[in-house]
């Protein structure tokens, strides 16, 4: 069995938390979340931009993002037929 803390997937997760940090701080100050300041990002880099759109590129796929992806995403569908 091999030692969870090697795997590539935890050491990203690691790396990933440990460059946050520096982030945070600022979010901290002007009082936004991770997740916030991805979807604002996003908004600000193509400007309009749909709901199933902006759920994939800010990686906010909740639940609800998830169902509104899907319907979007179906109703692109049978518009295109």
Known sequence: MHDIKNTLPIQLLHMRELLMVRFRAVFVQVNITDAQWRVIRVINDLGTVDFAELSELSSSRSP????????????????AR
């Not at 609800?64 to 518009?79: I, M």
């Open 64 to 79: 609800a993002c998830r169902e509104c992806s899907g319907a979007s995403k179906a109703a692109e569908s049978s518009s």
